[in-house]
């Protein structure tokens, strides 16, 4: 099973009462990180990824937690995102939270073993429902009761409203997952779309996205934010260079910052897990 942790010599596991921990999880994926409170440092990261063409089921999910050490201890506060494809956006104003399941068909089919979820997001003033798998529901309620799930669109739109502040304009920002890709658009301050597609190779990613701009009447001499399975100089950046002015790779930002230990990570891969500290 393949394994990151970057690990601040400063961090004290007996003092996890000043620390706030941050855990997503997917099919694909256990990470988590800590934040030192006191400092509004980040101190750790760990991942583990599934290995090849395997998924993580219940079991393997509770068995990684039962055996960290870190993942065992009570922190100040904790936030779990579940990263998910499937999920739509229904205004504030017309959402009835005894309806969520009846919204969420309109656009998917939830399979059997799935639960609808549903996160307030401010800008756009909407809701999020979501579909996660509910055996992985239950381990992560199970283990860290009563924390609520956050989709990873609520810290990805957290990321995006404050990035597209002062910009004229359309500000893009695609996230990629290892199956799938959010595609988010705002223009002149306005929400003008906000999409999942599943992709095989980065051939589909570019399909969906330049078909998007066809639509909307984009021109392609604009800049894209990244985030999530992509970096520099891989083949999907370099094709979307051939179309579009600027790449640009979205860091984790607001009242935090990260130990030196973290200096030579893409830290645009795990910005949904960073940001979700400042998801209210």
């Known amino acids: 099973m393949p394994f990151l942790e970057l690990f601040d010599e400063t961090l004290d596991i007996n003092s996890n009462e000043n620390y706030e921990l941050s855990v997503q999880v997917s099919p694909e994926n256990l990470s988590f990180c800590i934040l030192d409170t006191i400092r509004d440092k980040y101190v750790l990261l760990r991942s583990y990824d599934a290995d090849d063409n395997k998924y993580l089921n219940a079991s393997k999910l509770d068995e990684l ?3 960290d050490d870190f993942l065992l201890k009570k922190y100040k506060k904790i936030n779990i995102v579940m990263p998910s494809r499937k999920f739509t956006l229904v205004p504030a104003q017309l959402f009835d939270p005894g309806k969520k399941e009846e919204y969420f068909s309109f656009n998917h089919v939830p399979d059997d073993g799935e ?6 997001i401010s800008d756009p003033d909407a809701y999020i ?4 798998i509910r055996s992985l529901y239950e381990v992560i309620t199970g283990r860290f009761p009563g ?8 810290p990805l739109m957290s990321h995006v409203t404050h990035g597209k502040n002062g910009v004229d304009g359309n500000y893009i920002h695609i996230h990629v997952e290892k199956e799938f890709f959010n595609l ?3 223009s002149n301050d306005i929400l003008k779309f906000c999409n999942s597609f599943i992709y095989r190779n980065y051939n589909d990613i570019m399909y969906y996205v330049l078909n998007t701009f066809k639509n909307l009447e984009i021109k392609q001499e604009e800049t894209i934010h990244f985030s999530g399975h992509t970096e520099k100089y891989d083949d999907l950046s370099s094709a979307f260079l051939i179309y579009v002015r600027t790449l640009k790779y ?5 009242n935090f910052t990260f130990s030196y230990v973290f200096n030579d990570t893409v830290l645009h891969r795990f910005l949904n897990l960073f940001t979700a500290i400042n998801c209210e």
Do not use: C
């Open 65 to 67: 937690i039962s055996k």
């Open 129 to 132: 429902l979501f579909s996660v």
């Open 184 to 186: 988010v658009i705002f």
């Open 147 to 154: 924390v609520l799930p956050l989709h990873h669109t609520k």
């Open 250 to 254: 979205s860091e984790p930002s607001g």
């Open 115 to 120: 639960l609808v979820l549903s996160n307030k």
